[in-house]
């Protein structure tokens, strides 16, 4: 099952062409992240996806409908995307933001339905937000910055939600955060996640799917387990590496050559399991 | 307690914040409340109650001429004008996300003031009720230019901003060029204005000023607050309101329109009082945050009290002469927009 499928897609930046005539197929309820290089187009093909970006040539289909002739808030109530970091005016509680995500609902006399009111609780709720919801937004910490942002994402309600970097600028704790509330979204209600990340070790961990983009084209995709590997790598972001097991997850996991403090002659040779 | 106010039945529901409408409460009372005691003041002193009696029609007051047909059209223009330039101002600030913006600022007062000169020097024998269209003539057109010179696959905040500051220095220049290099003008025709260009509402009529600028704002306020949630959502970034389903461009240019017939309605009755437009909001934001449902209301309100306020002490503090309100307007907000910018030195 195919939720968002980009058909012959032609996207460029005023004359410079980003991709040229690209087929891709993003699968129905399932998590797909993209990766690639600074530059390499994953953010531009993401928003244009969401049609925030107008193509050149070619369509978008959204649930087997073209994406151009859907009208701006029947596309909003399938499809929600996080741009990277937006920033909200100055003392707009979290409340007041998660709102918005109801505006596809909404009409002149129609401002706050039952409906709304239970999608914002919910949402809130889901993003432990409901205790800041008070709080204005630029009052909040990073990690609860982003997440009001997705909770105003969740409360629109859709199907399928794009997200570009949700988790840069944020610690550790928080990346992990962001990504665990975006599974279990996935999880318990089979929502299609779309994301650019650029931590390939969490991709690997949290994707289904993954989609490898190196100027303007899609190196390799699929499942991680089955495309990540020393040669993808350097292909794809010119670093050499190795490619090991995840000791928690099982899942892929790069380690990259580079320096470093320990780096000897002796530490080279011993399998990277053994360090 | 509950920090909102739901109204919901079968036709609609609404979601309002308790602290909003009781600041719009307080405002309602202190712009009454204005208009009675403005009304009251001037060479002449008439007690507020009087006052009010006579508004309402009950008891014959000796004053009632006074009241009914000298000071209260002028108050009543003064309520008009401040609060179609404060929401003017407060949808501007919205559409090209700049707190330090206003139609002043960006030249579609300008226009609409070159628009009345025009009028003043070279139309005097033309009938006077034709004025305002001349002023929403101008305020069009500048709003028409800045928008042509800042379209590039849609219009983005900044380049209308830059452009429309340019367009205001340029504008206020050809006005100024047009008063002086006019020869034939007499000084009386000058002087008048001059004062326009200050903004003044001295002498305004019922039939002429009120029954002129009623009915743009009867539709035009309305519309405004209907589109509180456009704007909201355009507040967030052009992406983000694109994601949630928003026609960005198509609302801008609405939104805009709105706020120009607003302030050409205005400029075309109080001449080119500044800072109101740029003022208001930031108060009105500093009482109830920066959602539109509510800054709207509030700006106007605040918008009007400013208006009453600096034209009573205009012509009031130096009887027998009538200064135009805008000299105080802008004495009051010439230093709050330092202040602004002051604030804002951190910010991008």
Redesign the interface.
């Known amino acids: 099952m195919t939720a968002i499928q980009a058909k012959n897609l032609t996207l460029a930046y005023g004359q410079k062409p980003i991709f040229a005539e690209l087929d891709l197929a993003i699968p129905k309820g399932k998590i797909t992240v993209f990766i690639g290089s600074n530059g390499c187009g994953k953010s531009t093909l993401l928003?244009s996806l969401?049609?925030?970006l107008k193509p050149q040539g070619g369509a978008i289909m959204l649930d087997g409908s073209e994406i151009a002739k859907l009208?701006?808030?029947?596309?909003?109530?399938r499809l929600?995307?996080?741009?990277q970091g937006?920033?909200?005016?100055?003392?707009?509680?979290v409340h007041?933001?998660v709102?918005?995500?109801r505006?596809?609902y909404?009409s002149?006399?129609?401002?706050?339905?039952?409906e709304?009111?239970k999608q914002v609780s919910r949402a809130l709720e889901a993003t432990h937000m409901d205790e800041f919801s008070?709080r204005?937004v630029d009052s909040l910490s990073g990690g609860q910055r982003q997440r009001a942002w997705i909770a105003?994402?969740l409360a629109?309600n859709t199907q399928t939600i794009l997200l570009d970097e949700p988790t840069t600028y944020l610690d550790m704790t928080h990346q992990i955060e962001i990504l665990d509330l975006l599974f279990e979204l996935n999880e318990r209600e089979q929502r299609t996640i779309v994301m650019v990340l650029h931590d390939i070790n969490l991709a690997c961990r949290y994707a289904h799917h993954i989609v490898a983009v190196k100027d303007g084209l899609i190196h390799a995709q699929g499942e991680p387990e089955s495309v990540m590997n020393e040669r993808l790598i350097q292909e794809v972001f010119d670093l050499k590496c190795q490619v090991a097991t995840d000791p928690i997850f099982g899942t892929p996991m790069c380690i990259p050559y580079g320096k470093g403090r320990r780096l000897s002659p002796e530490t080279r040779k011993t399998p990277i399991g053994a360090l | 307690m509950n920090r909102w106010i739901t109204i919901r039945n079968r036709v609609m529901s609404y979601q309002i914040n308790r602290r909003t409408a009781f600041v719009i409460g307080m405002l309602i009372i202190a712009n009454l409340a204005a208009i009675v005691v403005c009304t009251g003041l001037g060479s002449l002193y008439i007690s507020p109650l009087e006052v009010a009696r006579t508004i309402l029609g009950i008891g014959d007051s000796t004053n009632s001429m006074i009241i009914l047909s000298l000071r209260l059209p002028r108050v009543i223009i003064a309520v008009l004008v401040g609060s179609a330039l404060a929401v003017a101002g407060a949808l501007l600030q919205g559409i090209v996300r700049n707190p330090l913006t206003s139609p002043d600022v960006i030249g579609i007062s300008g226009g609409a003031s070159l628009g009345t000169v025009v009028f003043i020097l070279y139309f005097s024998h033309v009938s006077v009720r034709f004025m305002p269209l001349s002023a929403m003539a101008g305020a069009f057109a500048t709003a028409f230019l800045i928008y042509l010179f800042a379209y590039r696959k849609g219009i983005t905040p900044m380049r209308l901003v830059l452009i429309g500051i340019g367009m205001a220095t340029a504008l206020t220049a050809l006005t100024y060029m047009l008063i002086l290099t006019a020869s034939f003008t007499p000084t009386a025709v000058a002087v008048k204005a001059f004062t326009f260009m200050t903004g003044s509402i001295y002498g305004v009529s019922w039939e002429r000023d009120v029954r002129t600028l009623l009915p743009w704002l009867i539709v035009l306020l309305p519309v405004a607050l209907l589109y509180a949630r456009h704007l909201n959502v355009q507040e967030l970034g052009d992406e983000v309101a694109t994601s949630v389903g928003s026609r960005v461009n198509v609302q801008r240019t609405i939104l805009l329109i709105i706020s120009v017939a607003l302030a050409g309605a205005a400029v075309a009755i109080g001449g080119a009082i500044n800072f109101i437009g740029l003022m208001a909001p930031h108060i009105a934001r500093k009482l109830v945050g920066p959602a539109y449902g509510g800054v709207i209301p509030v700006s106007g309100l605040i918008g009007s009290l400013v208006l009453l306020l600096s034209d009573l002490v205009a012509r009031t503090a130096f009887i027998p002469l009538d200064i135009p309100a805008g000299v105080f307007t802008a004495a009051i907000g010439a230093p709050f927009f330092i202040y602004l910018l002051y604030r804002h030195r951190n910010r991008a």
């Open positions: 928003r969401a049609r925030l009208s701006s808030k029947e596309v909003a109530r929600a995307i996080l741009p937006p920033i909200a005016p100055e003392g707009l509680t007041q933001l709102k918005q995500g505006y596809p909404q002149w006399l129609q401002q706050w339905s039952h709304d009111e008070a204005s105003m994402t629109q």
